[in-house]
């Protein structure tokens, strides 16, 4: 991500770099807002991060958290059964979010349930889900995923084409409090 980010023009400075979510190499209170986007479910340790975050950010900063939660309407699932368990596994749950952020000294601001298009249509989502690059359907076995691509290529065949395909996903915003 760092590298594709590198070749986008800068408009201000702009300086990447590679670190560990609990231990970053900022000062304390240097920072305005902390932004995770599909990241959270991948931290090893999720009460430490929000440990981290709270050191670098500014009294009054934002952090502002994009994750699916356990508790979301996802699509995978209804055609991939096995990934039901690596869901309900590794995916937090919206409590769990919101008490390492309160343990940490955040105050909850905003909490919303947003629908999101994960694909245009049917037809590109067959073509995305076909490359296996999620990271829960990289890790269903060989059988499990070709049965689950043919009970999706089924449902697309009966399904009106141009629909957009929809999941939920959490939106969580935390302020740091003195």
């Known amino acids: 991500m760092i590298d594709q980010a590198r070749r986008k023009p800068a408009t201000s400075p702009v300086v990447f770099g590679r670190a560990s979510a609990h231990e970053l190499p900022l000062p304390h209170g240097c920072v305005d807002l902390v ?3 599909q990241i959270y479910h991948h931290l090893p340790a999720p009460a430490a991060v929000a440990r981290e975050c709270r050191r670098v950010l500014r ?6 958290i994009r994750t699916g939660t356990r508790e979301n309407d996802v699509v995978v699932p209804n055609f991939f059964p096995a990934v039901r368990a690596m869901l309900d596994a590794d995916l937090p749950s919206r409590d769990e979010i919101r008490s390492n952020f309160v343990a940490a000294g955040f105050t909850p601001r905003h909490h919303e349930i ?3 298009v994960v694909a245009p ?3 590109s989502f067959v073509r995305k ?3 296996r ?3 829960f359907l990289a890790r269903l076995s060989d059988t499990e995923f070709d049965q689950g691509m043919a009970a999706l290529r089924a449902h697309h065949a009966n399904s009106n084409p141009t629909e957009a395909v929809t999941e939920e996903i959490d939106w969580f915003v935390f302020t740091k409090r003195a």
């Open 114 to 116: 947003v629908t999101e």
């Open 133 to 135: 690059a999620d990271s």
């Open 59 to 64: 009294v009054g900063g934002y952090i502002c």
């Open 129 to 131: 889900s076909a490359l």
């Open 35 to 37: 932004f995770m986007s």
């Open 121 to 123: 249509d049917w037809p």
